[in-house]
């Protein structure tokens, strides 16, 4: 199955400009750059790649905050501070020590079943900043089974990683616009 955030279109629009922008506007992502870096490919992806995971996550945010606070009030009713996305390519999910809670960018359209998995994981580390195993049976507390739902996660990542591998190699290409 296709995932969707790498099919979006990408309108990329050289300006007169000291950074890089990114909104959505019509189903479309446009992002906005400084023309000097037409000459630098190679950073340019980097920057468009940025603005792009940061845009979609902002926009992608009222969800994962209503669906982290249903979740917490359900099983835990802990008090935490932020949920927000997060580019982040090694974990899928971190909680701080200041109650913070960040989701991998990763996970933006992704399943929705891992996407609560993960929630109710970094929920729990609200109260177990480790994971032992009082860590463990709090999680398991809500129902879910780690164990069967890691499968999930790694075929879920390599699916991720082979289409962002692809569409990583297409940004900056087709004259400006993306698809």
């Known amino acids: 199955m296709a995932m969707e955030v790498f099919r979006i279109p990408i309108m990329l629009i ?4 000291c950074g890089v922008t990114a909104l959505f506007r019509t189903e479309s992502c446009f992002i906005k750059f400084p023309v000097e870096l037409l000459s630098q490919p190679r950073l340019l992806r980097i920057m ?3 603005a792009y995971w940061s845009c979609l996550g902002k926009k992608a945010l009222p969800e994962l905050e209503k ?3 249903e979740l917490n009030c359900r099983y835990f009713g802990f008090v935490f501070h932020k949920v927000r996305f ?3 390519f090694r974990r899928w999910g971190s909680c701080s020590s200041l109650k913070n809670i960040n989701i991998s960018h990763r996970l933006i359209g992704g399943p929705q079943q891992l996407m609560d998995y993960i929630i109710l994981h970094e929920l729990a580390h609200l109260k177990y900043l480790n994971h032992r195993k009082e860590f ?4 398991k ?3 879910v089974n780690p164990a069967a739902i890691k499968k999930d ?3 879920y990542g390599q699916q ?3 289409e962002y591998q692809v569409w990583y190699k297409q940004i900056y290409a087709k004259g400006g616009k993306l698809f």
């Open 153 to 155: 996660i790694i075929a």
């Open 48 to 50: 468009i790649d940025k």
């Open 136 to 139: 463990w049976t709090l999680v």
């Open 160 to 162: 991720w990683q082979s």
């Open 86 to 88: 997060h580019r982040q």
């Open 141 to 143: 507390s809500t129902g």
């Open 67 to 69: 669906r982290t606070a």
């Open 14 to 17: 050289p300006e007169q400009r």
